[in-house]
């Protein structure tokens, strides 16, 4: 089976796996597309997806609604156990960014990361 076919058929991995491929391969990538895919793959509970649209809102233009955007995919991302969304929470929450600022959730995230295995989320 190609891998077209897999998305087709609507395997999620294979979807992810083909937005990820488009990202560094395409030589015209959508980006409509591209966000599309990575947000059916964060509905689909992939940490990865919601880091990557994170990371993009994060990028974008600093308005109060990216910073929100990116909290809440970085947000989803902790829900899910990854430690890169669960050290960047503790990040936001330490700055104010996209959340409201909160010194002891930011410690609860930082710490949470660090036994993940994040040793830039020591405090």
Not at 18 to 31: A, E, G, K, Q, V
Not at 90 to 106: I, Q, R, T, W
Request: aromatic letters at 8%; a negative charge.
């Amino acid at each position: 089976m190609s891998m077209n076919t897999a998305v087709k058929n609507g395997h999620s991995l294979a979807g992810e796996y083909l937005t990820y491929h488009n990202i560094r391969f395409s030589s015209d990538p959508n980006l409509e597309d591209i966000l599309e895919s990575l947000e059916k793959s964060a509905d689909n509970n992939s940490s990865r997806a919601c880091n990557t649209l994170a990371e993009f809102s994060h990028a974008q233009q600093q308005k109060d609604e990216n910073k929100i955007k990116a909290a809440r995919f970085y947000g989803k991302s902790a829900d899910l156990g990854c430690l890169i969304g669960t050290h960047w929470m503790g990040v936001y929450y330490m700055e104010g960014f996209g959340v409201d600022k909160n010194l002891n959730k930011a410690e609860e995230f930082l710490l949470k990361a660090q036994k993940l295995g994040n040793a830039q989320s020591s405090l």
